[in-house]
């Protein structure tokens, strides 16, 4: 058994792997089915992964122990670390954990004592959303097969965006042409390794997947929340007509959701032709059934 922690802990191999068995799921491979255990443990309010684990884990068979953080032993101090001891020793398999802090899991693992359940990282503060990156690589697959070649530019908030961080890293190993736009000083430093930030409309024709991301009002500073204008940030940021019309016909815009229309993203191109946002959404509960059969060797063959 193994986590699923960081996509960019994977070998390219497997990725591609992973990919693959998303895809088939989709179009009608049934999985094994498990008798394994799974509880989801989410410290951060979610819709799309909250739910999107659960019909995953539904259609692979896992029985769910359902447990609100918020009311279970650590409103009264219990640690991470003993509530996934506890699960472990009352037989869970697997637990799926979101929470706002970053690397969460490096304390978990390095803890010493009795096991603990195999982790899923549904996402840890503003480091990585390894499950959203690969629903976003199976997206970007099932529309052009391959990644080597294709020009993607992410927009946004990057600094404060789990998404942006782990798509930047993975896309690029996989031979994608990577720049990114947005407020400069949301631009992380170590960006550069992953490819140019730029204006957002240099070469915008020559696109073949723009990511835009949501502004993230949680985790920016009440100053720039106070100076934070909606209309000004669409215009040089968002999408609007006449970036949508620029683009090439078969280039697809994404979003990691939700998305704040006419905001990162003009109301009418939300579900226009080339947006793949709802499509994503669809690929994540494939994607993440993926996740967790890798996670749990339940299919050796593939893997």
Request: hydrophobic share 40%; aromatic share 8%; no cysteine.
């Amino acid at each position: 058994m193994r986590h699923f922690l960081n996509i960019n802990s994977v070998n390219e191999s497997d990725v591609l792997k992973l990919i693959q068995r998303a895809l088939a799921f989709k179009s009608g491979v049934q999985p094994d089915q498990t008798n394994l255990t799974v509880s989801n443990l989410f410290f951060e309010n979610s819709t799309r992964t909250h739910s999107s684990f659960q019909m995953a884990e539904n259609k692979l068979g896992f029985q769910q122990i359902r447990i609100e953080p918020q009311s279970s032993s650590m409103s009264k101090g219990e640690s991470l670390v003993d509530t996934l001891k506890t699960l472990k020793a009352i037989g869970v398999d697997v637990a799926v954990i979101r929470h706002n802090v970053t690397s969460w899991y490096e304390s978990v693992l390095s803890a010493e004592g009795h096991a603990i359940p195999q982790l899923v990282n549904a996402g840890d503060g503003s480091g990585q959303h390894p499950s959203q990156s690969l629903l976003d690589l199976v997206t970007i697959y099932e529309q052009f097969g391959h990644f080597t070649g294709l020009n993607i530019r992410i927009v946004g908030d990057l600094m404060h965006s789990r998404v942006a961080r782990s798509n930047a890293e993975i896309l690029k190993r996989l031979g994608a042409n990577m720049t990114f736009s947005g407020p400069e000083n949301w631009l992380p430093k170590d960006f550069s390794q992953f490819g140019e930030f730029v204006a957002i409309d240099k070469e915008w024709e020559q696109l073949d997947v723009v990511m835009f991301l949501r502004v993230q009002h949680e985790r920016i500073t009440q100053t720039e929340n106070q100076i934070f204008l909606t209309k000004q940030y669409h215009a040089k940021f968002g999408l609007n007509k006449l970036r949508y019309e620029q683009l090439k016909a078969q280039a697809i815009i994404m979003h990691p959701a939700p998305v704040n229309r006419d905001v990162e993203i003009a109301d009418e191109f939300v579900e226009a032709p080339k947006s793949r946002i709802f499509e994503q959404m669809t690929n994540g509960v494939f994607a993440r059934m993926a996740i967790l059969e890798y996670t749990m060797e339940t299919n050796h063959a593939t893997y």
